[in-house]
């Protein structure tokens, strides 16, 4: 069973960087052809994508974030970890981690989920 | 890379059938068949109801349906059901190997 879970800080101030770590089961991260995302959503916004990690070490970022995201891995314990620096009040959303719905076909989508973590950027 | 553009809201009753547009460009939707949707509850994580523009994964009923012409993907849920009242969003891989969601839609049942 695939199972994924955001953990991180609730709250971060203006300016601080965020990190962020997902811990799945059910999978493996040095599996060829495994990819993570992350993606967010603002209260009551849409979906947005901001990185994903392949099984080489392969990093994709979203045009728009990419110089403030930073994303890696630890398959000893089955864990991504985003960090972003710079954070401002218009960050705070859900953080979700997502693993890829077909191995290897990065292209397909995301069929499963994390629950999501709340960040709520404020002095 | 901008976000794909979908109506904010449709709605429908019971039984009838509701079709949500999503609109890119030929650098995302309209480049590849690689258009993906997903249905959240509020409150909930979104779930994969549709993938590859036209594939259902395992467990999710036929009502949904999926399909593209140009620059333009649809979801069609056809035969309406009160546990079908969510937001839907559409998403896209792109040629630069980074992903696009949509602005998002509310499905409301009458």
């Known amino acids: 069973q695939v199972t994924l879970r955001e953990s991180g800080p609730a709250l971060v101030k203006p300016t601080q960087t965020l990190t962020l770590t997902c811990t799945f089961s059910g999978f493996s991260l040095s599996t060829p052809g495994m990819c993570v995302s992350w993606i967010r959503q603002p209260p009551g916004k849409a979906l947005e994508w901001l990185a994903r990690i392949d099984w080489d070490d392969a990093k994709y970022y979203s045009p728009s974030l990419r110089t403030r995201l930073s994303i890696s891995k630890d398959t000893s314990k089955n864990q991504v970890v985003l960090t972003m620096t710079n954070m401002d009040p218009v960050d705070t959303g859900t953080y979700y981690c997502?693993?890829?719905?077909?191995?290897?076909?990065?292209?397909?989508?995301?069929?499963?989920w994390g629950q999501g973590s709340l960040v709520t950027v404020s002095s | 890379q901008s976000a794909l553009t979908q109506p904010p809201s449709v709605s429908g009753s019971p039984g009838q059938s509701v079709t949500i547009s999503c609109t890119g460009t030929?650098?995302?939707?309209?480049?590849?068949?690689?258009v993906s949707w997903y249905q959240q509850p509020p409150g909930t994580a979104p779930k994969l109801m549709i993938y590859?523009?036209?594939s259902r994964p395992s467990g999710v009923p036929d009502r949904f349906s999926g399909s593209k012409s140009g620059n333009t993907a649809s979801l069609t849920i056809s035969g309406l059901q009160a546990e079908d009242e969510a937001d839907y969003y559409c998403s896209s891989y792109t040629s630069s190997s980074t992903y696009v969601f949509g602005t998002g839609t509310k499905v409301t049942v009458l």
């Open positions: 590859e523009v036209t």
């Open positions: 997502a693993r890829i719905h077909v191995v290897g076909a990065p292209t397909v989508g995301f069929g499963y």
């Open positions: 030929s650098s995302d939707v309209g480049g590849y068949n690689r």
